[in-house]
């Protein structure tokens, strides 16, 4: 089968991506259906299904009208769909509604009571977009962090707008973009580490024999390296100032006042909950074994022991009910999505569209390590939800625009002649 | 930047690298957990879903010495809320109270049940009538909570008959459950609190079982059939009595009224309790389950202590009955046998230093013997054959025979007897005052007053050794093997003669001659303790003569005089040996 042709030569489909992603989807409806099948009054989730089964077919037809334009034009629409998503964000902040569990963010936009949409989902492959526009139009490579102003900028605006509303996960998978694509555009990794040690500062101020360590190894990048010195002082002096800082503030804090900052930092979840949900989760999965209890039949689950069961802990549902067996699978396919966007990015016809594909790539890596991780407590519980699975339909339909842009990369990408060959 | 092929395909190798490494991590950490940890979590997520609703075991089948049943079970229910919290405990059993009676005693009573076990069902009603039942399954739908269940209730075919003999079962108290004894009950059991039940518990009690049901992450019941395969609960193996329960019964429908007191048999071949029975009884079918409180209220404060086992738990002076003991001590040691008179006849008293001792007739048994005095329970006699023993041999001899210690009976708390210590010096001195008593406490002893209390079990045990051959087992209720243990020795001759004695009693020269009973010669002996009230009966004897095949002790609160018990305990002779062993005999020979 071949695409219209638009770019002046014949296409091809990437038949192993649309392929995975399709299991993928069809995996993550038939959960959603199972996440409605309760014991218990089944409330939102019995319906999902339903609801995400349209989404699905609506996200299907907006991504073949995607496959159907081209990488010049997808380029084209960079600027307005992120001028766009910020201009929604920011709007967000005054009109923005909340909603089930994470009742005091703003991240969902309402017009006369229904809720539309998540617009930070549309966001994130806007950002990607825009991104990829800013660092295939950069020369050179860059050697100060000065250099990289306008890619910063470019994710900064809608990161700070999304940790307005607040919503820290989402707001790190906008980090997570940035720094692959940044990567994939051939920033040298001190560039990157010096622009995450303010960030890596933070975390290990609260240890300070750790941070100490981390400060040393800095300080020997920074003489390695040589950046501009103004740049090196500076950074070093906002490294020092964190890391002595950031613990005294919150000495100076009492209890509530720290809870109050985490809670505000991270609103979806109360600690004693979050402790709880995460038990349950790892409950469902352990007493999962290896083949599961079968399709449906979760205890955890059916019996509302397992909360977000449709959303974000869908996963745990997984483990439950298919086991190891149907964990194994469920990862093997996001692998192969991973790796085939990897090749795709490779073989992208040009630098924008090779950053796009990366960086879409990238965004969905992020969510599932960080959503996965989280159903066995290995990755804080920041409430981002997991590609092709999670109930909720401007991330499905994100998550399948996303698809056909990789799809239409990769059919204009080189090395097109062998067709389906790897 | 810097997007030549070459580097672009260096960092795809670097991103393959690390995302295949960040995938398989993944799934080794779910390896761990679903497989190499399964089984925990397995563990961890049934606990979150079952519930285990004890499924009460039968308590063992208690049958008579002929195979008819004492005590058994009978199907009854059992009603209880499984409850996530104390709030929603609460609050169900507000609407609960709406359609069967649960008043604030009650409601406390099932608050208290539950903070005790959170995770088990707390129990509203242990026997819950069939109306109550049928009220709640009418509105079961409104009540997911709620557990009704078949659950066995112990009965007793004549409650009222062995009352005081069994006992009764109860609720397991939090006391209880800390003690070594009940290591493994679980709060909300029945144990057996007073008599048999109590002293057999361990035999009596079976394994409780366990029904599983599932709840959901609110604590509400979703399955109650079929989650995990029920345990059956186990009944313990039936255990035999020594009773007679015939003759129970008779000693129940005919004394049931006008006994206050308790009436003891004991088959002296064996030392197995026939009979043993206190009035006025009490349905021990209404203790079973759920109790109405007036019910124990009013038996609790009755003045007659009905819940008081008489013949076990009650101790009085034996009186005349104890004068075997002086008669068999004044043999043993040779100071008089049964054809002896003593130095004074009876005017009606005897003097003693400067206090005049009363005989009970006033006008005296003049000149009398042994086997006389015996017949008319002449104090007079024993005052002197008292002295003649002396203070320190009559304590010791009734500390031989048993006066001392309890009789050992298979039931619990049996009262200890009230008898002097071997240290009379000591004992009397701690009592009186040194030199502040005199040997004015012989005579009271040598006629079974003074200091001395004994049980109608003990006299039983006694006077077994008197209708045999001066040994008596240890009596128990439950069939088992006692070895005798000798209490007196005196030559066959002199028990026999002393048996001729006791046989004149209930003949027309002696004081139960209006107790006598056509075709069967009794042996036995009256007594009349002195009280601050009227005084109190006893007689204690055994039948025939001939061959004693029964014991029967009776005491009688304020019975006024010693032949008030013996009419009851002739009748009772005579029931058993015409009625009762002829009946045994025949199911046995038919068999």
Redesign the interface.
């Known amino acids: 089968m071949t695409l219209p042709r638009l770019g002046g030569r014949p296409a091809t489909i990437d038949y192993p991506l649309l392929l995975t992603a399709l299991l993928l989807s069809a995996m993550g409806l038939a959960m959603v259906y199972s996440a409605g099948q309760t014991?218990?009054a089944a409330g939102a989730a019995a319906a999902a299904w339903q609801r995400q089964l349209v989404w699905f077919f609506v996200a299907l037809g907006s991504a073949f009208v995607v496959t159907r334009s081209s990488v010049r034009l997808i380029e084209w629409v960079a600027w307005p769909a992120y001028a766009t998503s910020v201009v929604l964000l920011a709007v967000l902040l005054v009109f923005g509604t909340g909603a089930g569990t994470a009742e005091s963010m703003k991240g969902w936009l309402t017009i006369g009571g229904t809720r539309i949409g998540q617009p930070s989902e549309l966001a994130k492959v806007a950002v990607a977009l825009m991104m990829a526009k800013v660092?295939?139009g950069?020369?050179?490579?860059?050697r100060s962090l000065v250099e990289l102003w306008k890619p910063l900028l470019v994710v900064g605006v809608p990161f700070l707008l999304i940790m307005l509303q607040p919503d820290l996960g989402t707001g790190l998978v906008f980090i997570g973009i940035a720094f692959g694509m940044l990567?994939?555009?051939?920033?040298p990794w001190p560039l990157l580490i010096m622009l995450a040690s303010p960030g890596v500062s933070l975390v290990f101020a609260f240890n300070t024999s750790v941070w100490g360590a981390w400060f040393l190894v800095l300080l020997a990048l920074l003489f390695w390296y040589r950046p501009r010195p103004i740049e090196g002082v500076l950074l070093a002096v906002l490294n020092v100032t964190i890391g002595v800082v950031a613990p005294l503030v919150w000495d100076k804090l009492n209890i509530y006042q720290q809870r109050r900052l985490l809670v505000f930092l991270d609103p979806q979840y109360d600690p004693q909950r979050a402790g709880y949900q995460v038990l349950?989760s790892?409950?469902?999965?352990?007493?999962?074994?290896?083949t599961g209890k079968g399709y449906t039949l979760g205890?955890?689950k059916r019996?509302?022991?397992l909360p977000a069961h449709y959303t974000d802990f869908i996963f745990a549902v997984v483990?439950e009910e298919l086991?190891?067996i149907g964990?194994?699978i469920a990862?093997?396919l996001?692998?192969a999505l991973?790796?085939r966007s990897?090749?795709v990015?490779?073989r992208g016809s040009d630098?924008f569209a090779?950053l796009v594909a990366f960086g879409l790539a990238t965004g969905w890596?992020v969510h599932v390590?960080v959503n996965?991780?989280m159903t066995?407590n290995?990755m804080p519980i920041t409430g981002i939800p997991l590609p092709f699975f999670s109930y909720g339909g401007s991330f499905l339909l994100a998550s399948w625009l996303s698809v056909a842009v990789l799809l239409r990369i990769s059919a204009e990408g080189r090395g097109q002649a062998d067709g389906l060959g790897l | 930047m810097s997007f030549h092929p070459n580097e672009v395909a260096r960092r795809a190798r670097a991103v393959r690298a690390i995302l295949t490494l960040v995938i398989v991590g993944l799934g080794l950490a779910f390896f761990r957990v679903q497989v190499l940890r399964s089984s925990q979590y397995a563990l961890q997520a049934d606990g979150n879903r079952m519930r285990e609703v004890p499924l009460v075991a039968p308590r063992g089948i208690i049958y008579d010495r002929n195979g008819e049943i004492i005590a058994e079970n009978l199907p009854g229910y059992t009603v209880s809320l499984l409850s996530p919290t104390a709030d929603s405990l609460a609050s169900a059993l507000d609407a609960l109270s709406k359609l069967v009676p649960i008043d604030e005693r009650h409601r406390s009573l099932v608050m208290r049940r539950y903070e005790r076990a959170r995770n088990q069902p707390a129990v509203i009603f242990n026997d819950a009538p069939f109306e109550i039942v049928s009220a709640l399954e009418e509105h079961r739908v409104q009540f997911p909570e709620l557990i009704i269940q078949n659950s066995p209730k112990r009965y007793y075919p004549d409650g009222e008959a062995v009352a005081a003999v069994m006992g009764y079962i109860g609720e397991i108290s939090e006391l209880e459950l800390t003690l070594p004894k009940f290591e493994g009950y679980k709060p909300g059991q029945l144990i057996g609190k007073a008599g048999l039940e109590r002293q057999y518990e361990a035999q009596l009690h079976g394994r409780e079982g366990s029904r599983f049901v599932e709840v959901d992450a609110r604590g509400r019941v979703v399955r109650d059939q079929g989650v995990r395969p029920d345990i059956q609960p186990e009944a313990p193996a039936p255990i035999t009595s020594t009773l007679d329960l015939e003759l129970q019964r008779f000693i129940h429908e005919r004394y049931k009224d006008s006994l206050l007191g308790a009436v003891v048999a004991i088959d002296p071949k064996t030392g197995g309790v026939l009979a043993l029975y206190s009035g006025p009884t009490y349905d021990i079918n209404r203790f079973t389950g759920s109790m109405p409180p007036s019910y124990f209220n009013q038996l609790n404060t009755d003045p007659r202590k009905p819940l008081y086992n008489k013949a076990t738990q009650g101790a009085y002076p034996p009186a005349s009955t104890w004068k075997l003991a002086t008669a068999i001590m004044a043999m043993e040691m040779g100071i008089a046998d049964i054809d002896t008179y003593m130095e004074r006849p009876c005017t009606g008293g005897y003097m003693f230093g400067n206090r005049f001792f009363r005989c009970w007739k006033h006008e005296g048994h003049g000149n009398v013997n042994m086997r006389q005095a015996i017949a008319t329970s002449c104090d007079t006699y024993f005052y002197q054959l008292g002295l003649k023993i002396g203070l320190s041999n009559l304590v010791a001899g009734g500390i031989r025979m048993g006066f001392g210690s309890r009789s050992g009976i298979d039931y619990p708390q049996e009262t200890m007897p009230r008898f002097p210590s071997a240290d009379i010096t000591r004992y009397y001195n701690e009592k009186y005052g040194a030199r502040n008593w005199t040997n004015a406490v012989t005579l009271n002893l040598s006629i079974g007053q003074g200091e001395n209390s004994q049980t109608a079990i003990n006299m039983a045990r006694f006077y077994t050794a008197l209708a045999t051959d001066g040994t008596a087992p240890r009596p128990h209720l439950i069939q088992q093997d006692v070895p005798r243990e000798r209490l007196f020795s005196i030559r066959p001759e002199q028990l026999a003669a002393l048996r001729e004695a006791m046989a004149d009693v209930v003949s027309s020269r002696g004081t139960a001659g209006s107790a006598a009973v056509q075709g069967i010669t009794i042996a036995g002996k009256t007594g009349t303790a002195q009280n601050a009230g009227p005084d109190h009966a006893w007689f204690v004897g055994f039948a025939p003569y001939e061959d004693p095949k029964i014991v029967v002790a009776v005491f009688v609160e304020f019975g006024l005089h010693g032949y008030t018990a013996a009419r009851i305990a002739t009748k009772v002779m005579e029931q058993y040996l015409k009625t009762t062993l002829v009946n045994a005999s025949a199911t046995t020979n038919a068999q």
Do not use: E, H, K
């Not at chain 1, 950069?138 to 860059?142: A, F, L, S, V």
């Not at chain 1, 990567?183 to 920033?187: D, L």
């Not at chain 1, 790892?282 to 290896?290: D, L, M």
């Open positions: 014991d218990i660092l295939a950069m020369r050179g490579t860059p990567f994939w555009a051939g920033v349950q790892i409950y469902a999965i352990g007493s999962g074994g290896f205890t955890q019996l509302g022991f483990g086991g190891f964990v194994s990862l093997s996001f692998l991973f790796l990897t090749r990015a490779q630098m090779s890596f390590v996965i991780g066995l290995l």
